[in-house]
């Protein structure tokens, strides 16, 4: 029986009941993003692999906790950047403790209007996203990548919201900066 044609809600009830073909089904359709995902985190491409087997793991063997299994793919994908997070923290440490330093703020996102972003490709934005400081990478990743907002950003990497806003602020300002000394 294929179950390429069976839906993610289909495929969690057979991986409760111990399917495997349904396992290996899940881990095909999600195995890719979630590697991505880690390896943006991490930037180790063995580690990403390590994190997205372990988060896997997790997955199925707590897939009855899930309560509503239509929703895999974003709970899979929380166990992943947690995981990533995780493993980041165990392996570079901010060379600032942020909770003590005083940070100006800004309302504005610091987009200089001037400064036309529109035609740099995405790729290059990436690549450069690589050459921040490990802290303003993930935090950057969280948010413009993941999509997660400031107040979840802090409660991952347990740091507080004023904290949060003003690393994503510098980590935009760090990007774009060295953005425009490729143009």
Known sequence: MSLTNH????LVMLCITGNQKAQIELYNRYYHAMYN???RIVNNSFEAEDIMQDSF???FSKLDT???KSTFGGWLKRIVINNSIHAFNKNKHLDVNLDHVMYKVEDHQGVDNQTDFTSIKAQQVLETLN???PNYKVVLTLNLIEGYDYEEIGDVLNISYANC???????KNSLRKKLEQLY
């Open 37 to 39: 995902t880690s390896f």
């Open 57 to 59: 793991i997790t997955a």
């Open 131 to 133: 050459h921040l400081k």
């Open 165 to 171: 806003r003003t690393m994503i602020s510098r980590a």
């Open 7 to 10: 839906n993610t809600k289909q």
């Open 66 to 68: 899930l309560k509503d």
